[in-house]
């Protein structure tokens, strides 16, 4: 073999190995890129309907596999108890949304629902927040300075607006949102404030649903690592801030809209915080609805939903439409935001 020929064939080789040793890299797919996966079982007895993202870093990915591999696992091992000629299924149905405070800090939101006999289903509300640059899970201590009365602070707030809502219970509201990392630990970071969830019976009986919180930076800055925040312009506020959906999110006959008002022209009225179009790219209108307001709607920022099913027919695209709950009338206090979305 002459030289020529030996230095092509190592060379190949080098670029072989290279390539195997790249593509078998935990993290490949682009860190933050948010891919959804699903998992679709049914049978005569169960109903599975899971989704969950993956973010490129594996050990991240690694974990919510987990989480919801043990969720399938616990469900798929409950004894199955039949109702007689009755045709009722167990369910479990878990659905998420991400919100991005920068690009390397991202939170999860998981719903899920389980239902194995009984009066209701089971609800519950798993977060997880992580810093992508280093791989890692972050606590909601990670974001304050270190023996601050962060904890302190957040928990009269939110008991504060908790009790304001109706039917409070103050024992129940004490118990559920008193001074203990563990009753705030479902958490997502957003834009402008922390956003914390209470599944039903933490704060409130079963009929009152999930309860929300939303703390802005600004009532905490004080007490926010300067690691973090060193940067961050707490003026910012562009009033709404959509959670849920994401723009990289495609949406297929139904869309689940979660967030939040704060001020700038977006504010809610007697328990509304505007309404909401779905168009797609020719501007038909494909669903709307208006935004509620679950909780009290008297104190700014407020947590709204919505929940819109759709036919997109031929369309790939469109665009969800924000309106606000212009009360006075006034065309110079109307305002509109708009989030592209994909089908």
Known sequence: MDKTK????????ILIGGALFFFNREDFSPRGGIASHEIKEEDSQKVIAVSYPSVGVGGIDKEIEGFIGEQVKNFKETEYVSY???????????????????????SFKFNTE????????????????????????????????????FLERISAYSVNLLMQNQFADEEW?????????????????????????FPPYQVAP????????????????????????????FSTNKGIYILSPNEEERADMFIRIEGYLNGNGWAPFEGLAGRVELLDAEN???AFSTLDVPGNWMQLPVYFRAYLFFDPKDSKKGSLVFYNENASGLEENERKFILPVNF
């Open 284 to 286: 038909n209108i494909l």
């Open 173 to 197: 509201i004490r118990g559920g949102a008193g001074e203990s990392l563990d009753n705030f630990r479902r958490f997502v970071i957003a834009e402008n404030s922390f956003i914390f969830y």
């Open 84 to 106: 007689g000629d009755a045709e009722i299924r167990y369910s479990l149905d878990i659905g998420y949304f991400y919100s991005r405070f920068s690009k390397d800090i991202i």
């Open 206 to 233: 079963y009929a009152a649903g999930e309860s929300q919180v939303i703390v802005p930076f600004s009532e905490l800055k004080d007490v926010l690592s300067p690691s973090i925040f060193n940067d961050y312009d």
């Open 6 to 13: 030996f230095f092509i064939i190592v060379f190949i080789v």
């Open 114 to 149: 389980d239902y194995t006999g009984g009066a209701h289903p089971g609800h519950d509300v798993v977060c997880f927040t992580y810093d992508l640059e280093k791989g890692e899970r972050m606590d909601l201590a990670d974001f304050f300075i270190e023996n601050s009365n």
